[in-house]
Each structure stands twice: as C-alpha cells, then as structure tokens.
C-alpha cells in the first residue's frame, strides 16, 4: 500500500481567504482523487487529479473554487478558495494501488474550520 | 446514478460479540467494493476489497462478502473488541465511472 501525507493536519481560516492542502505519496502513483467529507456525512468527490492535465471535476465542484494541481506522479495540491463555513469539512487525497487492482488508499486528511 | 446505503446507521454491542454490517447499492454494475474504517477526526484505513469476481475476502476477524446480482455486501466481524469501535464505510467502484461511491457508513462501539 502506499504511504500518503496531508499537509496541514488541520488549520483555522478566516471566511474569504484561500488554503492550500498538499498530498506528497511514497510512489509514483496514476490515480489520484480529492475528496470532502462534510460534518456527520460521507465522502463526497471533488475530482480526479490528472498528472500533466486539467482536473477532472465531478458535478457540483469547479475548478474556480478548487484548483487542483498534479505537477508530477507523487503529488498534489488542492486549494480551497475564498473559503466559507459551508467548506468546513475534511479533505482527503486518495490514490489507487499501483497494481491496479482498483483498491484506493486515503491520507489522513485535512480538517479545515472557516469562522 | 450509483447509490450506496448501509444499515444500521449505528450500532453498539458489548465486547465479544459477532456482529454483521450490511451495505447495499443500486447499479450491480461494479468492478470491485471496499470496505473502509474510519477513526474520528482521522483518515480511512482500507480493510477489505473485494473484486467484482469474487464472492468474499477474509482477513483476520472480519469477513466480507458480495452478492452483485442483488447489490448487497456484508462485513461480518467476529468476536469484537472495543478498538473495533469506529465507523465502517463501504465504497463501490463501478464499471461505467472512474470513482468510488461511498456509503453512509455505520457507526460502531463495541463496550468492555
């Protein structure tokens, strides 16, 4: 399994400024997801980090409020902007097993609360 | 549109019980399930994955299994102790889309 790391933990932001959560993983990895998961609630997707390429965004979530950045195969960047309460959540990187048997690991996320 | 349910919401049982969590989606259309646990505050630990192919996987104390045709899966965990407490979440990889579709999970605290 690989071995993925969330930078920061968790941070307090003031509503109207931007974060930038990193995800560093052990290996070169193809797949590799962004996920929210609100208060109380499951995992939602945000979208899938292509390396080289545009992120692919699921309904809901654009680009505008969640750049995303895959500058090579072993990290990523999701910036969560002019933040809001409603984007108190928890963010998670998420990558596939590289023996592409379709089995997805999780970082230990980042807890964000915007006052 | 893949939707994924499990039942109960929560659960508590007393320490070394057996004890079964279901999970259930509506496209059987899948290429593989998964089971997670998930800590408070924390991130996922993958305990169980189970191939569209296959009809269970066993590590350990728990056992899950898979009924695509009816879109149901279960995890069994035997004789639980209480660092079983957690909230377990299934997720479904279909073959039509590149992602996994999480459940509501099931809470579960297991009492000394």
């Known amino acids: 399994s690989a071995v993925i790391s969330q930078k920061p933990s968790r941070d307090i932001c003031q509503r109207g400024t931007s974060l930038t959560i990193q995800c560093q993983v052990d290996?070169?990895?193809?797949?590799m997801f962004w996920y929210r998961q609100q208060p109380g609630q499951s995992l939602t997707l945000i979208a899938t980090?292509?390396?080289?390429?545009?992120?692919?965004?699921e309904s809901g979530f654009v680009i505008d409020k969640f750049p995303i950045s895959r500058p090579n195969l072993t990290f990523s960047t999701l910036t969560v902007s002019n933040m809001s309460p409603e984007d108190s959540s928890i963010y998670l990187c998420?990558?596939?097993?590289?023996?592409?048997?379709?089995?997805?690991?999780f970082g230990e996320g980042s807890r964000l609360t915007v006052l | 549109k893949q939707e994924v349910t499990q039942i109960p919401a929560a659960l508590s049982v007393p320490e070394g019980e057996n004890l079964v969590l279901n999970c259930s989606f509506t496209?059987?259309?899948?290429?593989?399930l998964q089971w997670f646990r998930q800590d408070p505050g924390k991130g996922l630990t993958s305990l169980l994955l189970?191939?569209?192919?296959?009809r269970e996987q066993t590590s350990g104390r728990l056992n899950a299994s898979l009924d695509k045709s009816s879109g149901r899966s279960t995890l069994y965990i035997a004789a639980s102790q209480p660092g079983d407490s957690a909230t377990y979440l299934c997720?479904?990889?279909?073959?039509?889309?590149?992602?996994?579709?999480f459940g509501t999970g099931t809470r579960l605290l297991v009492s000394p």
């Open positions: 998420s990558v596939g097993n590289r023996d592409n048997t379709g089995e997805l690991f």
């Open positions: 290996s070169q990895v193809t797949m």
């Open positions: 980090a292509n390396q080289g390429s545009e992120a692919t965004y």
């Open positions: 496209d059987s259309a899948i290429y593989n």
């Open positions: 189970i191939q569209s192919s296959q």
């Open positions: 997720a479904v990889w279909g073959t039509g889309f590149q992602k996994l579709v």
